[in-house]
Structures are given as C-alpha cells and as structure tokens.
C-alpha cells in the first residue's frame, strides 16, 4: 500500500498502537491522574485496556462495531473508551444529560448492540427506545429492568487474553461518533477519523503542548473538548489530569492536586475565573498554559495576574482546530489565523467568497485526507449537505481582516450556547410542545452577562389554559438536560409568523428580554443535574 506523507503512521496516531508503544517505553510514567487519587501509569493502563477489551470481545464485539459509552469522566470512561478502540471497535459516547427523546433518537441512530451505562442513568432508559440496544454492561449499582435488555454488572467485561485484529487499524478509521446538537433537525453523530484527532489537537498543531505537559481534562469525554485533549495527550506520551466537570471555586486547587500545567476553557469558564476576587495565591500554581474560548475582553490582565500563556482557537466537532491565535494575542475577540495544511473561506449563501471585513459562512478543508470528519452517521442528506461544493460548511459566521485574522460573529445555524453545550432548539421546542397546554413556542438565544447564550421560550397558550413559569419548568426536568431548561419564559398572545406560514424568530430575537419576560434566576428557581 502506498502512503501519503502527509497522513501519520498507524503508531503516531493510532489508539492501539500508542498504548502498546508508551507501555514498553515508557512503562513506569504516569498517564493518568483522578480525582478520586488514584492515577495509572502506561504499564497500568495498558493492564486496563487489554483486560477491558478482552472482555469487551467475550461480550461479542469486533472490529468496526459501534459501542455506545453513557457515563461520567473517571477511570470507567477512559478504560471503556481505550479498550473500544484498541480492539478496533467505534467509541460512541453519550451525553449525560440525555433523556426523553433525544436519548432514544441517539441510541436509535447509533445503531449499537452494547450500552455501557452509569447504573444512576439506566432508570431513565424506556422499553422500545433503546434502538438495537439488546445488552447494558452497568458500571455502579443499579436495580433497573427493562425488557428484552440483558442487564448486567460492567465488572463481567474483563478478560485475561486478546482475540487478535481481523487486520490492522488504519489512521483513517472512524475512531469515535461524537453527537452534537441538532439545529434545524435532530442531533447528528459525526464521523471522526484517527487521523482527525490527530490533526484536531496534535503535536503538529499545536507544538507549543509537549510531553511534559499534564492537560487537565475538565471537559467530559462525550466533548470533543475532552476526547480530543485527552488523545493529543496520549499522542505526545504525555499526562492528563482527568476531572469529572469543571468547577469555578476548587479550579486552582484542583490544578495544585494533580500538578496540571495546561487547560481548556470553554465559553463562561474563564470569565468566571477572570471574575473571582484577587488572592496572594493567584500565581501559585503549576498551570503554564489555557487554550481560551473565547477570548476574555483583558487577556493581557489574565496572562499578568495569573502568569500563564494563553491561546484561543476555532474549532467544531467536526474540524480540526483550523484556526489558532498567537500566544497571548493582543487582537480583541479574535479567534486566529489559518494555520498550516487548511483552508479557511468566508462565503455567502452560494459559496462565493465574501470581501475581507465582510460577513460570511465559514467553510474548510484539509490538504490531507481525513483531517477532518467524514460525513454524519446514517445521515447521507446531512452529510451532502454539510459538505457540498467539496467545503465543509460549519453554520457559523464569521469575518476576516486584511491582515488575516478571523473573528467569530454569530451563529448561521439556530442553535444556542450555553456554558459550553451546545443546545437545538427545535428538539426543545418538540419537548415544550408536549405539554398539551402550549400552543405554540420559539426557542431563541439571548445574550449571557458573561459569555454565550441564555435560553429563552416564547410561549403561546391554548387559549383558555393558565400555565404558571415554575409549572413549565417542573414540566420540563424529567424530560430534558438540565443545561437547556429555559432561563427565560415569556408569554406572548401570538407568535409571529413569516409569509409561509413558519415561526420567524428574527422579530422575537431583536425584542430580547422584554419587561414582561419572567427569568428563573430572579425568582430563584434552580435546575440541577
């Protein structure tokens, strides 16, 4: 078979072979640190993933099967995941959060025989809405049933010997199926390549990460935030830091604790830290370097009072980081400059290039093959769509100076974003809709006073009915994430329509938080987990 320079070999990228690789030369070096104290070296986890895969074979999987992974970062996640991609199986990871329909739409799109499932989660699983699902390997304590699922304990996926490969792991393999969030239809599960995750967050991407780096992983690994971090780690033989979420008041201690010298922030996470008060502690820490999304308006006042370096980037499940700043970049609100091996365009509506300070679509390709995703599960419209005229096209608007550097605008898609998931608001809607109540409802995004979107509802009633804003929000917690729950309810007589006859959010969006519009925050109504 020839090969591409410009494709990695199978042992700088993929899974398997990294892991064989780090455990003979570097067998005694820590890997992996968490939060419960215990920490693996590259000869443990090496112990760990093969005795996983083996079981993970005797349970019947095989290479190019899909495994679906439901649960929380720990020493679980990362074990499952491994052993999944060492015997050359596809890690399909799943939101947390997921429930109603949402769930059984990404289990039913997985098309997955096995759930590897947190046995706090398995009681919102329903009868008839776990797609092909026929077996869950429970990880914790769990007394749930359902019918026609074999449930058992996770601890019987353990094996003593490999069954070997029916032929070697390719860089451009599908490593993972990774959903993110359905904007004008249901979420879709993206193809992500070896080689993708090698171009996303690599040592050729980003050299200024080397092995001596320890990444605190605070992202959870159904994010590519956190899958990708964590393999750019295991790319370099390097150390991560893995921590089950992120948390504004023990975020330096925890960086003290596992000794983490680089981190991800991703929207509100560092203007909730830009905002804590000043301590005599604020340089005492390990930490040399945040990747930042976005920018905080002071970026010279973070570097200076926090003395760390800081990058930002650009970035999407499905790319692969085609855009980095300079270190410490002085440029407000920018989000870099097109790095090597990509192209990056700004188009209009028929893909023609827009001029420079003008507003358009990103779109991106790779010079080397699969750099990026390649295409949506059992989605071919979605994936022709996304890729037509041979560009990936994102959804997201941006703008270019003349001196090259891209700033993100705004949101093409109708989506919403907030503290870092990304939110559909037609799979919402569908859920606020079932209360027989509503007549008719617009999910929109309105400005944070920190960073992103805040949700919004705009609802229109049955007329007759009487819907308090505390009766919606009861009605919608066992039915959605916490994360999407509406911050603000705002009950209108009529929403507005276009000449079709459709929703037209842009009137409702312009109007923002109106007087009348109620907001759980100020009446003190708390969604949690």
């Known amino acids: 078979m020839s090969h591409d320079a410009r494709v990695p070999s199978r042992e700088s990228c993929v899974l398997r072979y990294l892991v064989d690789a780090h455990a003979e030369q570097r067998p005694k070096q820590v890997f992996a640190v968490f939060t419960d104290g215990s920490s693996w070296t590259y000869d443990e986890l090496r112990h760990e993933v093969l005795t996983t895969a083996a079981g993970l074979q005797s349970a ?93 304990s996770a601890d019987e996926l353990r094996g003593t010997a490999c069954e070997p490969l029916e032929r070697p792991i390719e860089p451009w393999d599908t490593q993972a199926i990774l959903y993110t969030s359905g904007t004008t239809g249901p979420s879709k599960g993206v193809l992500s390549s070896y080689m993708q995750s090698y171009a996303m967050f690599g040592p050729v991407t980003m050299p200024f990460i080397t092995a001596d780096d320890r990444y605190m992983i605070n992202m959870p690994l159904f994010h590519v935030g956190g899958t990708g971090l964590l393999y750019s780690m295991l790319m370099r033989g390097g150390s991560v830091a893995v921590i089950e979420s992120f948390s504004v008041s023990r975020f330096w201690d925890q960086i003290r604790e596992t000794q983490a010298t680089v981190v991800f922030l991703l929207g509100v996470m560092a203007s909730f830290i830009d905002r804590t008060p000043r ?154 809709y079932a209360n027989p109540k509503i007549r008719e409802v617009a999910v929109i ?8 979107d805040e949700v919004m509802a705009v609802v229109s009633l049955v007329p007759g009915e009487v819907l308090e804003p505390e009766e919606l929000i009861d009605f919608l917690r066992s039915r959605v994430a916490y994360f999407t729950i509406p911050r603000y309810i705002r009950f209108v007589d009529e929403i507005p329509k276009t000449a079709s006859s459709k929703i037209h959010k ?21 969604v949690t987990r």
């Open 60 to 152: 019947g999987v095989r290479q190019g099967d899909r495994v679906v992974c439901w649960l929380p970062n720990g020493p679980d996640a990362v074990r499952f995941w491994f052993a999944i991609n060492y015997v050359g199986a596809v890690y399909v990871p799943m939101n947390t959060a997921y429930r109603g329909s949402v769930l059984t739409h990404v289990l039913t799109n997985a098309d997955a025989d096995l759930l590897i499932a947190d046995g706090g989660l398995i009681d919102r699983l329903k009868p008839g809405s776990c797609g092909r699902i026929s077996q869950i390997a429970c990880v914790g304590a769990s007394n749930v049933t359902i019918d026609g699922l074999h449930i058992y």
């Open 279 to 432: 301590t005599a502690r604020d340089r005492d820490h390990p930490l040399k370097t945040v990747i930042m999304v976005p920018l905080v308006d002071d970026v010279a006042g973070f570097v200076e009072r926090f003395g760390v370096d800081v990058y930002s980037i650009y970035n999407m499940t499905e790319l692969s980081a085609p855009l980095i700043t300079e270190r410490n970049p002085t440029i407000p609100g920018t989000c870099g400059r097109v790095r090597p091996g990509v192209e990056v365009r700004l188009v209009d509506e028929n893909d023609c290039e827009v001029p420079v300070g003008a507003i358009g679509e990103f779109v991106v390709r790779t010079d080397a093959p699969w750099a990026l995703n390649h295409g949506y599960f059992a989605m071919p419209e979605a994936t022709a769509k996304a890729w037509r005229n041979g560009w990936f096209h994102t959804g997201d608007l941006g703008r270019r100076d003349a001196d090259g550097n891209y700033f993100f605008v705004d949101r093409l898609k109708d989506s919403i974003r907030r503290r870092g998931e990304n939110i559909s608001s037609m799979e919402l809607e569908a859920e606020i």
């Open 445 to 452: 995004a309105v400005p944070s006073e920190f960073a992103e």
């Open 506 to 526: 842009v009137p409702l969006r312009q109007a923002g938080i109106t007087p009348d519009t109620w907001d759980r925050e100020r009446h003190g109504v708390r």
